[in-house]
């Protein structure tokens, strides 16, 4: 059932200054944590995604939508752009994250 692995992490900002602004969610175990140009913002915690490992998941990982599984169908899409990408196999930690927007992955 993969409806019982979905998790909403959610912040919402004014971003309409036309900056770059970084965007990073780091799962530890059953917890995704939010950062928002290098600064944690907050997480959300779902015990299903213990059984969740990405590299040997059927479906593809996305990035900007959200897939509807009994459908699959693609909606609500990002309103911007993607100007880079990365997916690590461990867990970063906070100092990682603010080191990748310092330099500005």
Same mark, same amino acid.
């Given at each position: 059932?993969?409806?019982?692995?979905?998790?909403?992490?959610?912040?919402?900002?004014?971003?309409?200054?036309?900056?770059?602004?970084?965007?990073?969610?780091?799962?530890?175990?059953?917890?995704?944590?939010?950062?928002?140009?290098?600064?944690?913002?907050?997480?959300?915690?779902? !015990?299903?995604?213990?059984?969740?490992?990405?590299?040997?998941?059927?479906?593809?990982?996305?990035?900007?939508?959200?897939?509807?599984?009994?459908?699959?169908?693609?909606?609500?899409?990002?309103?911007?752009?993607?100007?880079?990408?990365?997916?690590?196999?461990?867990?970063?930690? !906070?100092?990682?994250? !603010?080191?990748?927007?310092? !330099?500005?992955?």
């Amino acid at each position: 059932d993969t409806t019982s692995h979905l998790l909403s992490v959610t912040h919402t900002v004014d971003s309409s200054d036309s900056n770059y602004h970084s965007v990073a969610l780091v799962r530890s175990g059953t917890t995704v944590l939010l950062y928002r140009n290098g600064i944690f913002i907050t997480s959300a915690t779902n !015990a299903s995604l213990a059984n969740v490992n990405l590299d040997n998941s059927s479906e593809p990982f996305t990035v900007g939508c959200f897939k509807t599984y009994a459908v699959s169908t693609y909606s609500l899409f990002l309103n911007g752009s993607v100007g880079s990408r990365g997916y690590f196999n461990s867990a970063l930690s !906070a100092v990682q994250i !603010a080191y990748l927007h310092s !330099a500005g992955f």
